[in-house]
């Protein structure tokens, strides 16, 4: 009974067992089923929000194309509309062109026509005066023989007489001609360069300068050449290695020369030198300290006279190394004449001349205090002083016009504007003026001899004077071999001729005279 119990026990229990599993899988699978039917019915609103939305974005899109197709129809229209009168246009221009052509070109065949026409006319006219020349030179040929033998000239010779009058004829129509239109650009042209040169000088009275060049020291007496000598020369031989000049020392009473090529370095030793004389203390040591010291002191002096020349002129701010070398033209002389005096009137001359003109008169001053500064460069520059002053200016930011002006005043370049003619004439109004430069009697004589060799040197000239210091050369010629032809163009001969060999101051006025004396007795 105990095992029959038991056995009921399982087998309850296993019945339990298996309908507790029954029932949970039959749970189990209507869980499953609901789960599934809910997420079926989820998906399907899914995708149908999906579909929805997907048909509201195709219309859309749609519609989209829709507009942007009639944009694109709109502009391919008006695309095809400006084509279409574009070519209507180019069709309408060809029809008038094709017109046109068709009128020019009736045209050239009317010409064509026409020169044809001519072309034969012409023909027969060459013709016509082919035939007419053929006779005119038969008939030419028999009066040229009827002539010769009337004349008892050949052709050739008469040819060659006629030649000859008309060349003698032209020659003197020419001269002639010449003369007269020479003499009314003179007077034109003298009288406006008079009136602008003498308001120039009556307005602008600058001083004469006569300084010496010559650096002769006085002395207190003569036991002061001994001193300067020193013992066996050492302190005049200190003094010209310091100095850069030579010391003469001879039997002048009271005086020492000292001589010496620059004149800055000649003005130094002059300074120097009299204040060792004053001081009394002369050794080496000694000398070369006061030459220092005056040296030093030259420099400024020289910077201080070149600022003031352009203070003075007015020419405007300038470079230092310009103003350096103007300051040393204080010390270089032409012709006795400061050379930064003569300077300084040129500039002052040019500046009026300029303004008479209507002319730059900064431009035209600042030309004229520099035109002479390559006279202040070392003679280790070769070239003219015009040139190298030129090149010197040029170098330190001048213009170009001023560069040409300078370069040109003695008419070593060519000319190129109207300052550079009015510093010629400047330059040699100061340089000529009465008391501005002064001559050695050798150089005078030597120039006079000149001048009257070369007058003498032109045949038909019988005298020749050179008068008022040279400044005019009188020439008398022969009447019976010049005649007043001749005489015009022998004073330009004359003229070129001194211009070419001689050099001077100023300008030099050449007078030809032709004098014939008809004498007869009556009896």
Known sequence: MIIFADTRLLIEGAICLISGALIGFLVSRWKYQSFRETAEAAGRGIVENARRQAEALQREMRLAANEEAMKLREQAE??????????????????????????????????????????????????????????????????????EQIAQFSAAEAKAELIQQVQQETAQEATELVRRMLDEAKAQADEKARYVVSVAIQRYAGTQSFESTTATISLPNEEIKGRIIGREGRNIRAFENAAGVTVLIDDTPNAVVLSGFDPVRREIAREAMSRLIQDGRIHPTRIEEVVAKVSQEMQEAILRHGEES??????????????????????????????????????????????????????????????????????????????????????????????????????????????????????????????????????????????????????????????????ELRVLVQPEEVNDTEAFNLSRKIARRVEEELQYPGQIRVVVMRETRCIEFAK
């Not at 062109?97 to 034969?120: F, I, M, N, V």
């Not at 030419?140 to 009827?146: I, N």
């Not at 190394?321 to 204080?330: A, D, T």
């Not at 001899?449 to 008022?468: D, H, T, W, Y």
């Open 78 to 147: 008006q695309v095809i509309a400006a084509r279409r009168k574009e070519a209507s246009e180019q069709e309408e221009r060809l029809v008038r062109w094709e017109g046109q052509l068709k009128q020019q070109l009736d045209l050239q065949t009317q010409r064509e026509q026409a020169l044809e026409s001519q072309q034969r006319l012409c023909h027969d006219r060459e013709v016509a005066i082919e035939t007419r020349q053929k006779d005119l030179e038969v008939l030419a040929r028999q009066r040229r023989d009827r002539l």
């Open 310 to 471: 352009v203070r003075v002129t007015g020419v405007g701010p300038t470079a230092p190394e310009i103003i350096q070398q103007l300051g040393r033209l204080h010390y270089r002389h032409s012709f006795s004449q400061n050379i930064l005096h003569h300077s300084i009137e040129v500039a002052h001359l040019m500046g009026l001349m300029a303004a008479e003109l209507r002319l730059d008169v900064t431009a035209a001053k600042r030309a004229g205090l520099l035109h002479d500064i390559g006279k202040a460069m070392d003679h280790e520059l070769e070239g003219a002083h015009a040139v190298v002053g030129a090149e010197f200016i040029k170098r330190h930011g001048e213009s170009p016009r001023i560069v040409n002006a300078v370069a040109s005043h003695h008419g070593d370049v060519p000319p190129e504007g109207p300052i550079s003619a009015l510093l010629a004439a400047a330059d040699a109004i100061s340089a000529s003026r009465p008391g501005a430069r002064s001559e050695t009697m050798a150089i005078y004589l030597k120039r006079v001899e000149e001048l009257e060799r070369i007058a003498m040197s032109f045949p038909g000239v019988e005298k020749c004077f050179a008068v008022q210091a040279g400044r």
